[in-house]
Nanobody, 124 residues
Framework: QVQLGESGGGLVQAGGSLRLSCAASGRTFSSYAMGWFRQVPGKEREFVAAIDWRGSSTGYADSVKGRFTMSRDNAKNTVSLQMNNLKPEDTAVYYC?????????????????WGQGTQVTVSS
């Protein structure tokens, strides 16, 4: 069993930055890809970013490419999402998730453990 916990959300003005972190319990963390997703009330949860098991490969949604950077530290069982040049449309609850495989996937069905989420609000 793996437990995930996000932190770092908050309120920021457009153009600002936030860094989200996700801490994982369990020994299997370093063997699997990790992902970040976000959800706005009334809309489906959407893919934001993913990183493979070693941290050598990343993937991003087009809407965040060039602004967000995902990284991981397997020694500390953590992943991070550095979010720069934030826009009001980035406002959402952000979730981290542990994948079912080592390589990057963007489909939610390929993630088996999820955190509780952290709220990010970007004001205009």
């Amino acid at each position: 069993q793996v437990q995930l916990g996000e932190s770092g959300g908050g309120l920021v003005q457009a153009g600002g930055s936030l860094r989200l972190s996700c801490a994982a319990s369990g020994r299997t963390f370093s063997s699997y890809a990790m992902g970040w997703f976000r959800q706005v009330p009334g809309k489906e949860r959407e893919f934001v970013a993913a990183i493979d098991w070693r941290g050598s490969s990343t993937g991003y949604a087009d809407s965040v490419k060039g602004r967000f950077t995902m990284s991981r530290d397997n020694a500390k069982n953590t992943v991070s999402l550095q979010m720069n040049n934030l826009k009001p449309e980035d406002t959402a609850v952000y979730y981290c998730a542990l994948g079912r495989q080592a390589t990057i996937v963007i489909s939610q069905s390929q993630y088996r453990y999820w955190g509780q989420g952290t709220q990010v609000t970007v004001s205009s």
